[in-house]
């Protein structure tokens, strides 16, 4: 039985939660009240405090997360998704539902770029639906790839969520960008595969495009070589040891800003208006960290975590049946909260549980990830269809909707194709080790 000092901290946690107080402040809350009550002293409760938010704001390993929104907003503000899909277009546009794999691979491209799902998600819904619009693609199809395929920028690295998630599992962020390669292209890869099914089946919801000369297909391509240069150079830098991952991240900014300035398409407005808009998401993400890591301290000092833990090893669970409860809970958490909120909410319990069953954090952090994708884009919550919505307004909500269930499919496929061959998430970062 839970006393007082115990429940009621987790009581107002999901009271504040209900009435919609944001994730982050709330688990300070809770996680103040919580410490206050066990501890008896609120100086001691203020220390802990203060030290956690001067551990995230002033650690060095943290400025990676900065400097990934900051790359993504750039790459967003140059035109980057544009450049991209256009590339991808000439080559593809002309078959039947080509436009739609334009935008699956473009959106994929643009995640090696930046590590924002949103800013993903707003870029290529600006840039793709008035042209798919315009070659007769249904609103069904060219919403539901572009909110799911907008989610790899989670799962290719740079990937903010995988950044947090390493922070607060303390885990290695390069491992953790490394495993995040091979998943995102088999993704991209599968969603591929369901495009071109749906367009066989209905060929009206995905017809042919425009056919290009080869000139024009290779003009494309030119365009784009800078861009996929500097994903290289990012990613290819962190597996051979040149740098760290937010040396990797100020080195992408840089390149990045660079090719802008060479397009002409930087201007002291657009500065502004990015760096407003990275401080404001560094503000949120951080917010959401420095609570999760006050509540965490709380359910620790209770010994309410370590309880559960003994519980849920005392049922002796098979493996499978366990990973399936998880992916079960994670779905429905989904639904009702961002990701960033579900991490801070969750890993003080669910990552023991991890460690006693035997499974690699890196791996999991791949499997999170992957569920995070679906929560961004399953009703009622998820935040990429109200993006889609916001960025246009004609379009009708329950067309985005239907149109991300066959690529949900395909992400639990996914992660059941990750759990019995876990060496597809766990190769690339464990060559990266013996380097």
Not at 91 to 106: D, P, Q, T, V
Not at 120 to 136: D, F, I, Q, W
Request: aromatic share 10%.
């Amino acid at each position: 039985m839970l006393g007082l000092d115990v429940a009621g901290p987790i009581v107002l946690l999901l009271f504040l939660m209900t009435v919609g107080v944001p994730i982050g402040v709330s688990l300070m809350i809770a996680g103040f009240v919580g410490m206050w009550a066990l501890t008896g002293t609120l100086e001691g409760t203020l220390t802990v405090l203060s030290g956690s938010a001067l551990n995230v704001s002033t650690t060095y390993s943290f400025v990676v997360v900065p400097l990934f929104v900051l790359l993504g907003e750039l790459a967003a503000a140059i035109g980057i998704s544009s450049d991209l899909f256009t590339a991808f277009n000439r080559f593809f546009g002309r078959y039947r539902g080509g436009m739609a794999i334009s935008a699956n691979l473009a959106c994929a491209g643009f995640g090696a770029i930046t590590g924002s799902s949103t800013s993903s998600t707003a870029a290529m819904t600006r840039v793709t639906l008035p042209e798919m619009r315009k070659y007769g693609d249904h609103d069904q199809i060219s919403t539901g790839i572009v909110a799911s395929a907008g989610t790899l920028a989670l799962l290719i690295p740079p990937s903010v969520a995988l950044v947090v998630f390493g922070i607060m599992a303390q885990e290695s962020i390069g491992q953790l960008l490394m495993a995040g390669v091979i998943p995102g292209i088999i993704t991209a890869a599968a969603y591929t595969v369901v495009i071109i099914i749906l367009s066989r089946l209905n060929p009206q919801m995905a017809p042919h495009g425009q056919a290009f000369s080869l000139k024009e297909q290779l003009n494309g391509l030119v365009s784009v070589v800078p861009f996929g240069f500097v994903a290289a150079t990012i990613v290819a830098g962190i597996v051979f040891g040149f740098w760290t991952p937010t040396e990797g991240g100020a080195v992408g900014v840089a390149l990045v800003l660079l090719l802008g300035l060479l397009k002409r398409r930087v201007t002291g407005a657009m500065l502004l208006r990015i760096s407003r808009d990275t401080l404001i998401t560094t503000a949120s993400i951080f917010t959401i960290v420095i609570g999760g890591l006050l509540f965490s301290r709380f359910l620790a000092v209770s010994g309410v975590a370590a309880d559960f833990i003994d519980f849920v090893v005392s049922l002796n669970l098979n493996p499978f049946v366990l990973f399936l409860a998880l992916v079960a809970i994670y779905i429905v958490l989904g639904m009702f909260m961002d990701g960033f909120g579900i991490l801070a909410l969750t890993l003080p319990v669910v990552l023991p549980i991890v460690a006693s069953m035997g499974w690699s954090k890196v791996w999991f952090g791949i499997v999170i990830t992957i569920l995070i994708e679906i929560a961004l884009v399953t009703p009622p919550v998820g935040l990429n269809l109200y993006t889609i919505k916001a960025v246009a307004p004609d379009v009708r909500l329950d067309s985005i909707i239907r149109g991300i269930w066959p690529y949900v499919a395909v992400n639990i496929l996914l992660l059941m194709l990750f759990y019995f061959f876990p060496q597809l998430v766990t190769w690339l970062p464990t060559e990266m080790m013996k380097r």
